[in-house]
């Protein structure tokens, strides 16, 4: 008997006994797939493999290994996840940032760690759904090729408007103050510092600090891509005098003249001021300064720095200085 006729006969029979064979075999195929999702949400055993390429910041050398090795683990995770892994065909490559501390050095370029000191890292490898049982792989190696390098300051790029009465206390500073940066030789002599991005900030009224990135110019690598930078800044009180010019270590025999013999001289302290900083200063000219001078020309500055005092601007700025005979 062909097997259409058996075919036809048996729908024949479900039909005689009231029953629809495409219900039975929908019902069929139902209660398969829910034995295979409640199969393969479970949480199961396994053994994983995962390609790795390891990036870490090592000096005189490049951040990222030349070369990839794989990780095996015994891990527990759900059927689902198995059997993805399972039926992808290559493998992916994850590139790992490692901790300089557990990476240790066998020679020149090659540097190694051990299986056991990446428990921390199992998710960044296998994902968050993944539990480790144990390492199967015990040492992985990896080349980190030699590069040139030196060490530049940071320079960092501002416009910073702050809000009225507020001033800078010194200059913008950044933590590192320098980097490492890596390239060939010669774009390497040519350059003498890293400059940060502009730091756009209005309204300031306050120490003010953030991060921003760095901007190395083409064919050059730094090893941090951002600094940290912070701004001090407080109110000031501003007060403005008339102040003569005086001398100071003349020896005997000799007598300057100041031109012009009094400036304007302007004075921000510290918020709350509470004494006129005025009353006591003198702003001089040292006569070492006067002799290392070709044209006679100084710059006056305060005898004493009164406490508070964040900044003296005396106009006109330059003085000339003459001998005159006695």
């Not at 064979?21 to 069929?28: E, M, R, V």
């Not at 199961?44 to 070369?67: F, K, P, Q, R």
């Not at 059997?83 to 557990?102: A, F, G, M, P």
């Not at 005092?309 to 003459?322: F, G, K, W």
Request: hydrophobic share 40%; with cysteine; aromatic share 8%.
């Amino acid at each position: 008997m062909a097997f259409r006729d058996i075919f036809f006969k048996f729908s024949d029979w479900l039909h005689s006994k009231g029953r629809d064979w495409t219900a039975l075999l929908l019902s069929l195929i139902i209660a398969v797939v829910i034995w295979l999702v409640s199969s393969l949400a479970g949480s199961y055993s396994t053994v994983m493999s995962v390609s790795l390429t390891a990036e870490c910041d090592i000096e005189g050398h490049n951040n990222l290994s030349s070369n990839s090795v794989s990780l095996v683990a015994h891990v527990r995770t759900s059927g689902f996840r198995t059997l993805s892994s399972r039926l992808r065909r290559e493998d992916k490559t994850v590139t790992l940032s490692i901790d300089r501390n557990i990476l240790r050095q066998r020679s020149e370029e090659e540097f190694f760690v051990t299986a056991s000191s990446l428990t921390g890292y199992v998710s960044a490898i296998y994902g968050d759904d993944v539990t480790l049982e144990g390492f199967v792989s015990d040492t992985l190696f990896f080349r980190f090729p030699s590069e040139h390098c030196k060490k530049v300051p940071v320079v960092p790029a501002s416009v910073i408007r702050f809000r009225p009465q507020y001033m800078e206390l010194s200059p913008v500073r950044t933590d590192p103050d320098s980097v490492m940066i890596y390239g060939d030789p010669k774009t390497l002599s040519r350059v003498s510092s890293i400059s940060t991005r502009t730091i756009r900030l209005d309204d300031v009224h306050g120490n003010t600090h953030g991060m921003i990135a760095l901007d190395a110019p083409g064919g050059v690598r730094t090893a941090v891509s951002e600094v940290r930078y912070s701004i001090e800044s407080q109110r000031y009180v501003e007060t403005s005098s008339r102040m003569k010019i005086y001398f100071t270590g003349v020896p005997d025999g000799i007598e300057l003249k100041a031109y012009p013999p009094e400036v304007d001289v302007t004075l921000r302290c510290l918020f709350p001021m509470t004494y006129d900083p005025t009353g006591d200063l003198r702003l001089v000219i040292p006569y070492s300064d006067f002799e290392a001078s070709r044209t006679g020309r100084c710059i006056p500055v305060l005898e004493v720095v009164p406490e508070g005092l964040i900044n003296c601007s005396v106009s006109p700025e330059i003085i000339r200085c003459v001998e005159v005979a006695r």
